[in-house]
């Protein structure tokens, strides 16, 4: 008795399948069926060949198909500053290299000007799309709303955080909005990403970190989050000059502060907490905070080490993240599952303390929980979105595979992403863009930052231009 088949939209055949749903489940000779911008199912290739017929059909021959990642937590306006100064100490970093850009940034949205963050938006979403990566959770200072078109027309999934900071004695006074500014921008950005396309942008308020806000501040965020359903994303105890200037001050540390006043829940994201009490831990874990652990940028900026293998002993839902590229230099999610398995390691001498498969679902199923999607992303599983890269195993780097999850962390570079599908859609098939000329984009944002850092009398070496020149014969 012959089968009628069923038309979808997509098809995927010949894959190695790694869904992320336990430590040892694959499928090998692996099929996934797409429709309406969702997984229907996940099988073999046999087994799914007889029961649907793809409108597109991808050949996933010798490619590992796993969950898109996710970096929950980027600054897409520091991708300009790739390479930048690394012989400062962190607040003369702050200030010399930073801080300048930011203020540039918001001053330039004051006056109009928006350019610098549109352009900044489009530079992040290709590197992220190239890295594999299929959701991000970009904070930035004052962005234009045109922001939220640049995420839908280039096809990437966001939560799209606006930083909040009023503290003129932490921050300077050039990078603040009035309340009235600041907060009217959030509304109107929180009202375009309510019908953005296909539902794959959200509104986020950002903290920028407890010592930057007054506590009239942090209050008003939490009274707003809470009238308004919008989720809270925070820097928290990054430094240990930020930590003990905090703890002099509230005579509490920034953690158990922000629970004493109301802030931490179970809508919030809290980027680095590297200077945590044991009690602390337990706030995040009882208050169900989720943690964005950065090792990359903690490394580069010798900011610490957060206790991840603590937190994941207690329960605590934990994601990761690349940070600016000012502080990592680049967007490889796969090289921070390798980096985080490694430094927890060798801070607890421990060589089995955290395993590869953690740090796997750190960087997916882990990171849609973070975006409080755990239930819509994160693994390849039936009526989940469909965000799914494939990535190239013939790769010599990737080869031998002895452990298809020890490869993807231990080996896999971001260049081994192969094809990128975000709900559904194709944004990047054989390294190749669909949804922008990724060259002409680039070129045209690095053109406009240069004239831009150089109109406000910011440093730009001799051969950033050259190099745009001769990228553009």
């Given amino acids: 008795m012959s089968v009628t088949k069923k038309n979808i939209d997509l098809l995927i055949l010949n894959g190695l399948i790694v869904p992320v749903t336990g430590p040892n489940q694959v499928i090998e000779n692996g099929a996934v069926a797409v429709d309406k911008g969702r997984i229907i199912e996940v099988g073999t290739t046999d087994t799914l060949k007889e029961k649907y017929i793809g409108k597109k059909v991808v050949d996933a021959r010798n490619k590992a198909v796993m969950p898109g990642l996710i970096n929950a937590h ?65 904070m930035e200072w004052a962005t234009p709303v045109e922001t939220i078109k640049v995420y839908e027309d280039i096809g990437i999934r966001a939560a799209h955080t606006l930083t909040i900071t009023d503290n003129h004695n932490w921050t300077p006074p050039e990078a603040i909005l009035s309340n009235e500014v600041l907060f009217n921008l959030a509304d109107e950005l929180n009202q375009l990403c309510k019908v953005s396309k296909d539902n794959r942008v959200s509104f986020w308020y950002g903290i920028a970190c407890p010592n930057s806000c007054t506590p009239e501040m942090l209050t008003k965020v939490r009274e707003l989050a809470n009238m308004k359903h919008i989720p809270i994303h925070i820097h928290l105890a990054e430094t240990e000059y930020e930590y003990n200037s905090f703890t002099k001050n509230f005579n509490r540390t920034p953690t158990a502060y922000l629970k004493d006043i109301g802030v931490l829940g179970n809508d919030v994201l809290a980027a680095h907490c590297i200077w945590l009490t044991d009690e602390d831990i337990k706030i995040l874990k009882e208050t169900g905070t989720s943690v964005v652990h950065n090792p990359e940028c903690n490394m580069k900026l010798a900011s610490g080490i957060a206790p991840i293998a603590k937190m994941l002993k207690e329960g605590i839902n934990v994601s990761l993240g690349t940070d600016s590229c000012a502080v990592n230099d680049n967007t490889d999610i796969f ?27 750190m960087a997916t199923i882990g990171g849609a929980k973070s975006l409080g999607l755990g239930d819509q992303l994160g693994t390849l599983e039936s009526g989940k979105l469909a965000d799914i890269i494939l990535v190239n195993l013939k790769s010599a780097n990737m080869r031998p595979i002895n452990n298809i999850v020890n490869n993807l962390v231990y080996c896999a570079q971001s260049g081994n992403v192969d094809t990128v599908i ?23 944002a690095e053109a406009y930052a240069l004239r831009r850092f150089k109109e406000a009398g910011l440093s730009i070496p001799s051969y950033y231009l050259k190099s745009l020149e001769e990228g553009k014969e």
């Fill in 74 to 138: 980027c600054h897409f306006l520091q991708d300009f500053l790739k390479g930048s100064r690394d012989d400062l100490p962190l607040i003369d970093w702050i200030d010399q290299v930073s801080f300048p850009r930011i203020k540039l940034a918001v001053q330039d949205y004051l006056s109009g000007r928006y350019e610098l963050q549109t352009f900044a938006a489009i530079h992040g979403c290709i590197t992220n799309i190239k890295s594999g990566i299929t959701s991000v959770v970009n």
């Fill in 335 to 361: 090289q921070t599952m390798r980096i985080a398995v490694m430094l927890q390691r060798v801070a607890n001498l421990d060589s089995m303390i955290v395993s590869s498969y953690q740090a796997l679902e």
């Fill in 422 to 444: 975000i709900n559904g859609n194709i944004v990047m098939e054989n390294k190749v863009m669909l949804t922008i000329n990724e060259e002409e984009a680039l070129y045209e």
